[in-house]
């Protein structure tokens, strides 16, 4: 089943944290100034459900996110929608390979 007519927000660049070394024989883990890539993908706030199970996870979760099934992305990937910045956390996909289902925290960022 092809579901890229249902995402609806198109070409959203998104950043995989690199490591760097810091030169002291440590390295850290920043997100790159240029956007990694860009998908396709559908928002929509998190319900009861998805609240509940990142609740069990220990994680914050405030909106879900759809992507297609052959997208690669990983756990801490960040997405741009508007200004806002969101991490994902938990990729809930289901047992067949349509699409991806990631429960995703919106970052605030201080002015």
């Known amino acids: 089943m092809n579901i890229k007519h249902l995402l609806n927000r198109k070409a959203v660049p998104y950043y ?3 490591r760097t070394s810091d030169g002291g024989g440590s390295f850290s883990f920043d997100y790159p100034v240029g956007a990694t890539g860009s998908v396709d ?3 929509h706030p ?3 459900k998805e609240l509940e199970i990142a609740s069990q996870m220990e994680v914050r979760v405030t909106h879900i996110f759809y992507f297609e ?3 690669s992305l ?3 990937d960040k997405f741009v929608l508007g200004g806002i910045d ?3 956390q ?3 996909s289901p047992s067949e390979d349509e699409f991806q289902k990631w429960l995703v925290e919106e970052v605030q960022k201080g002015k």
């Open 46 to 48: 998190a319900g009861s």
């Open 86 to 88: 969101y991490i994902l």
């Open 41 to 43: 993908c559908r928002k």
């Open 69 to 71: 099934a052959t997208v």
């Open 16 to 18: 995989r944290k690199a």
């Open 74 to 76: 990983v756990r801490g």
């Open 90 to 92: 938990v990729n809930l």
